[in-house]
């Protein structure tokens, strides 16, 4: 048997600890081979200094915390991966979009516009009406999440971000009357409503299955 053969079975040799004698060609080789029992020597010596170290056990503690992450980080990935659970939130999404065209034709975007500058005093140019205009068109995806009766977190930003998507477009063509900045100042107050309501939606609706639960 070759050095390379043998070495591959010393750990096994080793384990057995100094009182276990190696046999047949692993044996026959030691005999001969100086390298090879020096090396069998110091693997001995190593697991007889680690035998000596007293056990240490991490904190009970410390151990649920690394468990409870790497579980969520497991259950996040495996949530965003699953096709199952973006249908969920294509359904919140595609209930807000319409709620939200909806009342885009009963409250025009402009129009809209105009209540919030009024109500902010709030001049031609300055941004923040229309932020909060953008904002009030999200409300509908708040709908749509609460009509599932079911979610999570995860799930509400999903249904946010495929209402952005998928009405963005729709609302960049109905607002070209708009300056450059005041449309980006609108979409991104529609896609920060879409977030905020979705989470609101989720909120009520997690407050009717714990009113449904209660006697």
Known sequence: ????????????????????????????????????????EALRGTWALLDRWPGAAPPPAAVR???????????LRESVLALRGWAAAAQAALIGIAASLVLSLLVPYPLL??????????SDVDALPYLVAG???GIPV?????????????????AGVLFLGI????????????????????????????????FAGLWLARLATVDQVRP
């Open 142 to 158: 708040a709908l749509g999440v609460w009509l599932l009766r079911h979610g999570t977190a995860v799930r509400a930003v999903e």
């Open 65 to 75: 915390t690394r468990v409870l992450r790497e579980v969520r980080r497991r259950a």
């Open 113 to 122: 516009v105009a209540w919030c500058r009024q109500a902010l005093q709030g």
């Open 1 to 40: 048997m070759e050095c390379d053969g043998v070495r591959d079975r010393l750990l096994d040799v080793g384990l057995g600890g100094a009182e276990d004698s190696p046999a047949g060609d692993v044996a026959s080789h030691l005999e001969t081979c100086a390298d090879c029992r020096a090396e069998l």
């Open 167 to 198: 009405l963005a477009p729709y609302v960049i063509i109905q607002c070209r009357e708009f300056a450059p900045t005041l449309q980006v100042a609108f979409v991104s107050g529609l896609g920060l409503g879409a977030v905020l309501w979705a």
């Open 135 to 137: 904002a009030a068109y």
